[in-house]
């Protein structure tokens, strides 16, 4: 399966509207947003620009009806009211009811944690070995799809850490927990998609601004087969 994989939005529709060029041009089988449509630098009254990235998102989906989309923390923030960075009360009435129209619109079951498509997870910021460690030891079944199939039915409590799929960082030094599959993770801002072969950790986050809006990275996605693993900048 030919995957197109979307990276951080961050109130960017536009990027959004790049991905369905990207999709008409190449048509790949699928494309797997990576989260984070919410928040960026001072726009946290601009609840109008928050609007048109879920309409961007509504035409995507209507578009490609197999689209699969990952929570991401500053998604997520909005549902269990968590304060982080970005987060934005003024808009938390709107993401929420946002959110419901596409869940009734699309189904809900296309938004998830992790997804896993063949040989590759896909999840906003990855799965570590030490949330594993501390969720599954005592688990009779270790099986990868086992602990996907948990997770995705995790809450606030298990989640809203520091080593969970919508938290973990490569920089604060977490090993990640792959089981033979390649992960394709955003969260972390990158210039250009970095690959952590030990790891088998693809971390692509290249559309994420600077505070005075420059970007931080190339601005380019990730298409990826499932089956073999390999993958390129597109």
Not at 13 to 37: C, Q, S
Not at 93 to 115: D, F, M, N, P, S
Not at 177 to 202: M, N, R, W
Request: charged fraction near 25%; hydrophobic fraction near 35%; aromatic fraction near 14%.
């Amino acid at each position: 399966m030919k995957v197109l994989v979307i990276p951080d939005i961050h109130l960017k529709p536009e990027i959004i509207r790049k991905a369905t060029r990207k999709m008409i041009v190449n048509k790949y089988d699928i494309a797997v947003f990576l989260g984070d449509f919410c928040d960026d630098w001072e726009q946290g009254h601009n609840v109008g620009l928050y609007d048109k990235t879920f309409d961007a998102l509504d035409e995507f989906i209507h578009l490609y009806p197999d689209t699969l989309i990952c929570y991401g923390n500053h998604d997520i923030s909005y549902v269990w009211k968590e304060w982080e960075t970005g987060y934005s009360p003024v808009a938390r009435e709107t993401v929420v009811a946002r959110l419901h129209e596409l869940y009734q619109k699309y189904g809900v079951e296309r938004w998830k944690y992790i997804h896993k498509l063949d040989n590759v997870l896909f999840s906003h910021a990855g799965l570590t070995k030490g949330f594993v460690l501390e969720h599954f030891a005592f688990d009779t079944d270790n099986s990868l799809e086992h602990i996907v199939e948990a997770v995705n039915r995790m809450g606030q409590g298990e989640l809203w850490d520091d080593a969970s799929p919508i938290w973990a960082r490569p920089s604060d030094g977490y090993d990640f927990y792959s089981k033979g599959c390649l992960q394709i993770v955003g969260h972390t801002p990158v210039g250009i998609p970095e690959f952590y072969k030990d790891a088998d950790l693809l971390v692509c986050d290249t559309f994420s601004t600077n505070s005075n809006g420059k970007p931080i990275g190339n601005q380019k996605f990730i298409a990826v087969d499932t089956e073999t693993k390999e993958w390129t900048e597109v």
